[in-house]
């Protein structure tokens, strides 16, 4: 069994997948030793339980082979590969006990939930079912697909955009057009944005992804032979052909459901760097925005510091108690938090980040069965959100309120009492999980700003600002300052309004937009927004 005496060698331990790979396992209590992609002469594989292969795909195989050598025998060799048509044949030809993993969102995420892995077993599926079982108690999706399928599959999500982007962006650079985006359309600034997110990946891996899947050129000839025909019903004028092709695409895609999946909470600041912080969050232990926390920093490398209230949080930042704060900005759900938005202007403060959290209300006691239980206590929103459930499986159980549901875990000691809260909560408090999932709605997902007095921590890939403006009282404002970031073609994600307490029924706004001041179009915005509006502060950027 997999556990904190394992032993776990990562061979490329030092590169990107291999760190963050290492992150998650200590984060686990798990022993981790790492060497480079070399398999050195004085490299001793002999105690490792699991040795981990993460290595540019060219070398892959050579060093699995050299690998299973000096490995002891029982011990599982795994490699993480995202092209597997050679891998796989090494990893045979080891005739041992061996998995193969793709982690498709790779390093790009925070924590392993909502990872999807992609896997094949060689040999005995003891020890390699140890390894699955680990990532998806963590919250991983995991697929069993066998080489060839997995190439085919890669070949179209992965190599096919990585061509159609790296040719888009080519001809955008050799034409000198659209890319400042003065003048542009959303589709474009969508592939555009596209392109920037392949461009910003290794270029080692793309050129291997590229090359390198056998799968892909038949994938490719395809592509081209459809992008002729295309090219002939232009050449020919043929415009209600053109008009029918994307009528009929439309339609097949919606019947077939295309899903878009996004990659959840995208941070390119390691986990690992984030280190010697005091970072404050609405407490105690146990609760969500403790699990936010979690999400993005390390509690045995960072202080954290419980808050009883947003105020308090806002308070701790201001004295420097803490360095940052992570507070509850957003849910899909219950809508905005707007204290945390008041707060924000009130404070001068920065978002420097977000965190998404997905919310699992779960009913825990130190009772065993939900018989047992005759009374429930949580916060008001909780028991809202968890109504459906109450009615349905526990009619009659006394429902009591309470401010704080983790505050409420000291009347847990009778086995007849529930509160409703996160599963993070039962493991602090040594309670049982009655019931996962209670929520009445599955989609619900709260948003977390990181907030700082400054930009202290430096993410990448924030795509997002929020604005702060207070308006000259006339008619038709509103209309004008929304006109703006229209005419820039600026998309809006939200706009709120809160009291401006200056005097009756005057309002400030705070706007959310999809842009950042790395585009030229940001200051443009603020540049024409000033004869609109008296202030105009960046609230930072997410």
Not at 245 to 267: A, D, Y
Not at 342 to 350: Q, R, S, T
Request: hydrophobic share 40%; charged share 25%.
């Amino acid at each position: 069994m997999l556990d904190s005496n394992s032993k776990i060698h990562i061979v490329g331990g030092t590169g990107v997948m291999g760190l963050w790979l290492r992150n998650f396992l200590e984060s686990l209590g798990i022993h981790v030793t790492i060497s480079d992609e070399k398999i050195k002469p004085g490299l001793n594989l002999q105690q490792s339980d699991f040795i981990f292969i993460s290595v540019p795909i060219a070398v892959a195989p050579k060093v699995i082979l050299e690998t299973a050598k000096k490995a002891d025998k029982a011990c599982l060799i795994i490699d993480l590969s995202s092209v597997k048509s050679e891998t796989a044949k090494a990893l045979k030809e080891c005739k041992r006990n061996s998995l193969s993993l793709h982690f498709l969102f790779g390093p790009s995420i925070s924590s392993i939930k909502n990872q999807r892995i992609i896997y094949q077993t060689f040999g005995s599926k003891e020890k390699s079912n140890w390894i699955l079982k680990l990532f998806e108690n963590e919250g991983a999706q995991i697929i069993e697909l066998n080489s060839k399928a997995h190439d085919f599959l890669m070949a179209h999500i992965q190599s096919l955009t990585h061509f159609i982007n790296l040719t888009f962006a080519q001809i955008l650079m050799d034409d000198k057009i659209g890319l400042k985006g003065n003048v542009s359309t959303p589709v474009h600034l969508s592939q555009l944005s596209a392109a920037m997110r392949v461009l910003s990946q290794n270029p080692k891996l793309l050129g291997e992804i590229q090359v390198l899947n056998p799968e892909f050129l038949s994938v490719l000839e395809n592509f081209l032979k459809i992008q002729k025909k295309l090219i002939q019903k232009i050449k020919g004028k043929k415009i209600l052909e053109i008009e029918e092709q994307f009528m009929n695409l439309r339609k097949s895609m919606e019947s077939v459901s295309v899903k878009i999946v996004k990659n959840p909470e995208i941070h390119k600041t390691e986990k690992s760097l984030i280190n010697d912080l005091n970072i404050g969050y609405l407490g105690p232990k146990g609760t969500f925005s403790n699990q936010a926390v979690l999400k993005m920093f390390s509690d045995t490398k960072n202080t954290l510091i419980p808050a009883g209230n947003i105020y308090d949080m806002f308070e701790d930042l201001d004295k420097d108690k803490a360095d940052l704060i992570v507070a509850p900005a957003e849910n899909t759900i219950e809508g905005t938090v707007r204290e945390t938005l008041d707060l924000l202007f009130d404070y001068n403060a920065k978002i420097i980040g977000k965190i998404d959290l997905e919310i699992s209300q779960c009913l825990l006691s130190k009772g065993r069965s939900l018989k047992e239980i005759k009374k429930v206590i949580s916060h008001p929103q909780a028991l809202n959100q968890s109504r459906d459930f109450l009615n349905e499986y526990m009619p009659g159980v006394i429902l009591e309120s309470s401010p704080s549901t983790i505050a409420s875990v000291a009347e847990l000691k009778n086995p007849e009492v529930a509160i409703i809260g996160p599963e993070l909560a039962a493991k602090i408090y040594n309670l049982n999980v009655l019931k996962k999932d209670i929520q009445n709605s599955k989609n619900n997902t709260t948003r977390f700003y990181v907030i700082s007095k400054k930009d202290i921590l430096n993410l990448k890939n924030r795509t997002k600002s929020l604005l702060f403006l207070s308006v000259f009282n006339r008619v038709g404002i509103l209309r004008d300052i929304l006109s703006i970031f229209a005419d820039l073609s600026i998309n809006l994600n939200k706009i709120e309004s809160r009291p401006s307490k200056e005097k009756n029924w005057d309002y400030y706004f705070f706007i959310e937009i999809e842009l950042t001041d790395d585009d030229p179009r940001f200051n443009q915005a603020l540049n024409i927004l000033k004869q609109y509006c008296p202030t105009i502060l960046v609230l930072g950027k997410l």
